[in-house]
Every structure is written in structure tokens, then in C-alpha cells.
């Protein structure tokens, strides 16, 4: 029976245990490069203990951003500092990941903090803004992304799968070893999905095998040119939350023709098309993993899954049940750069510091002094600073 820091192997890639880092915008590049900052904040991730690493969405044109702050790998220009990247996560014992998109009509953006909020849009006209672009002229909605949509030509839609096919491209000179299609969040493969965001009556809208075309000619166009000992995955937006969106038991079948189409992994997550859902399912824990572990045993896929499992005992039983094949973390790996042994200690590992880099894990399996005092307590109630004087 697998654990959560049970190797785990796909196609020609193994990971050192289950727990990857899960993409998460981070509004720190310049021209869509990565520099020290994304150097030192992945390589942290790897050096503590996640199998596992993925930057940020990476933007397949400049256009596909959130903000002009985002990275891209639209420009071979931007190769160097993804290299440094991959570099220093495969030094500090990690996979380094890649995930693939382009925002759709949820670009041009301000910064989150900027804005005090998410998703305030900016006009095509401003200096940081730009046109964005959807399956249809419809805009996401809301008050906060009130500009017009260009709906996509089918001339333009084939320039576009052209571009996910550079960008891997791009990415395997770049060194990852690991490439997902961001098909989730509201971002354009989402909104081609989805019936609140394309009204086209063409071939890549109207019934579920139109609006999955998008998809799986962005997945053709990729596995053309991504290595097959290589894993090629997709975070899927499986659940629009909405009576008019899309269902997860369509999901479940779109699933299985992305399989048909070289997919070797599915990542589940929400679509993200609408800010008006109807029983989101965000205060849950563990909020995903039983639709993952339904995708796994009816598509005969592997699957994972993030969303509330940063408790380690929750990741842990979800794969011991072997409901799913890997842990997503997002903001748990931006609080604890060492979840992974973290977790190792909560759970009773029997080494947690083996998964840190060799010469860290040997000073600290080699401490002398006062045990809690290391930094990493052990499990259970935390210590009273003046224990020891209790106990002389």
C-alpha cells in the first residue's frame, strides 16, 4: 500500500514521493522572464522536500497573462531563467513541472493587492493591458472584467495550438521533465469548455465533443512534440458550479478522450467560468478527492487533486485508500517551504530528514542539543520555552 512519501513513477519520471507543489501566480517577472526571486522560491520547495515542483501558470503568448508581471515561455529569450530553474530543483532532489495556458478573457489584470481584490481588469488601451480574447465576444462578468471580448477566429485558434506546441517545445529545452495543459480557472481551454463563456455554433462550440475540441487539439498539438517517457497531464475545470456550466459527469468523459489523445494524468480541479456558483465547495476538506478517486477507477487514469489537503494526516489517507496518486499543495507549500517533512514528523516517518538534501538531513539527524529547539518540533503539544529549566 502506497504512502504519501512512497516513490511514485509516471512514463520515464519518478518523483520521490507523492506531495507535489501545485502552479500559483506569483506577479514577479519582468517580460514574462523568471530571475533570482523564482529561483530561490522553487528551488526552497525542492531542497524541503516536495517531489514535485511547478512554478506559476506559464503563459503560452504575451497575451496569455494575467498581468504583464507573469512569467511566459512564448520568447526563447525566456528559456535561460526557466533552465536556471529546472537546474536547481533537479539539484535539490525534485522534478521540476511545467504548466501551460493562456488566460483567455481573465488577462490584463492588476496586481491582486494592487486592486484589493482579484480579477480587477484593465482596458486594452492601458499601458499594462491588452485585448482579451475568448471561445465568444462574452465577458466574464461581475463588474470587474467589463471590457469586450474578441471571439477567436478558427485561423487564430490554429495559431494558438501552434503556440502551446512552441511553448513545450521551449519547456523541454528549458530541461523540465514534466508538462500540464491548464485546462481550468476560467482561463481560455476552460471557457472553450464551458457553455457560459462559448456560444459559438461552429465546430468548437455547441455540443460537449465541440467544446472539448479546443482541448484535445491543444493536446494533440503538444504530444507531437513533448517525449513520450515524459508525462503530458492536464488540469481539468471538471464542475462549473452552475445549473448552465459544465458538469463533472461530462468531465468524466472528456477525461476519457483526453486519455484517447496521450493524456497519462488527470488534474481535477474546478472551472472557474463564473463567480456564481452554487454550493462551491471551497471550506471543504479534502474537497476533491473523492471525484478524483471516481475519474481513477472509471477512466483507469491516474489522478490528482489539491484543494484543502495541507493537514498531513487528510494527504496521507488519500493516498493510503488510493483514492488519488499525488497530493497538489498550494498555499501550504507557500506557508511551509518544508511541508513535506513537516508532514514526515506529524505522521511518524521513520527518517523524516531523508528528504531534505543529504548534507542538511545529516547535521540535522545529528543534533545535539535541546530536540524541540531544532525548529521542527516533534508532533503533539508544543513545547514550554523554559522545559528545560523544569526538568534540571
Known sequence: MPDLFTPYTLKGVTLRNRIAMSPMTMYRSVDGRMDDFHLMYLGARAAGGFGLVFPEQVAIAPE?????????????????????????????????????????????????????????????????????????????????????????????????????????RRALDAGYQWLEMHFAHGYLAASFYSPLANRREDRYGGSLENRARFLLEAMDAVREVWPEEYPLTARLGSDDYHPDGVTFDESVQVVGWLKEHGLDL????????????????????????ERGARVRREVDIPVTVSWNLGIPENADRAIRDEKIDLVMLGRPALANAHWPVWAARELGHQDPFSLVPEDWGWWLSNFRGHDPSIGWPASGAPVAADQHLRSA
Open 266 to 289: 488527470a488534474d481535477l480541479s474546478f472551472g472557474g467560468n463564473t463567480d456564481d456558483m452554487t454550493d462551491p465547495f471551497f471550506p471543504n476538506v479534502s474537497a476533491w478527492v
Open 64 to 168: 496569455g497573462r494575467t498581468t504583464v508581471h507573469c512569467a511566459g515561455i512564448y520568447d526563447d529569450d525566456q528559456i535561460e531563467g526557466h533552465a536556471r530553474v529546472t537546474a536547481m530543483i533537479r539539484n535539490m532532489g525534485g522534478v521540476a513541472g511545467i504548466q501551460l495556458g493562456h488566460t483567455g478573457r481573465n488577462g490584463s489584470e492588476l496586481k491582486p493587492w494592487v486592486a484589493n481584490e482579484l480579477g480587477r481588469q484593465l482596458p486594452p488601451d492601458h499601458p499594462e493591458g491588452w485585448q482579451c480574447v475568448g471561445p465568444s465576444d462574452v465577458p466574464y462578468g461581475f463588474g470587474k472584467r467589463p471590457f469586450p471580448v474578441h471571439a477567436l477566429s478558427t485561423d487564430e485558434i490554429a495559431t494558438l495550438h501552434r503556440q502551446y506546441a512552441d511553448a513545450a
